[in-house]
Nanobody, 125 residues
Framework: QLQLVESGGGLVQPGGSLRLSCAAS????????IGWFRQAPGKEREGVSC????????KYVDSVKGRFTISRDNAKNTVYLQMNSLKPEDTAIYYC??????????????????WGKGTLVTVSS
């Protein structure tokens, strides 16, 4: 079974930090671009960040630029989202997703094939 499992969510105060992990099982991430998405209550799911196969292309939604960092460790078959200076508006369920990619082009949010079940991040004082 192809599976992605997120972890690292929880309750944190504004200004705090969390690191989310996305571990792949049943496949290796070498030929996949990875995206992090989030869905807040009453809002549409949005792409937060994505990373290309070799980490040479990354994207961030404007609201998290300078605060979040996406990275991947293909040897560990894991992708991370380091979240610093968290704000209440970052509260959401965070999902990771993978898309099989043949080439080495830039990452995009569309067309993700495999999705995790999500991990809840709550930013509240």
């Amino acid at each position: 079974q192809l599976q992605l499992v997120e972890s690292g969510g929880g309750l944190v105060q504004p200004g705090g930090s969390l690191r989310l992990s996305c571990a792949a099982s049943g496949f290796t991430l070498d030929y996949y671009s990875i995206g992090w998405f989030r869905q807040a209550p009453g809002k549409e799911r949005e792409g937060v960040s994505c990373i290309s196969r070799r980490s040479d292309s990354t994207k961030y939604v404007d609201s998290v630029k300078g605060r979040f960092t996406i990275s991947r460790d293909n040897a560990k078959n894991t992708v991370y989202l380091q979240m610093n200076s968290l704000k209440p508006e970052d509260t959401a369920i965070y999902y990771c997703a993978a898309k099989g990619v043949i080439g080495l082009g830039p990452c995009v949010y569309s067309g993700m094939d495999i999705w995790g079940k999500g991990t809840l991040v709550t930013v509240s004082s």
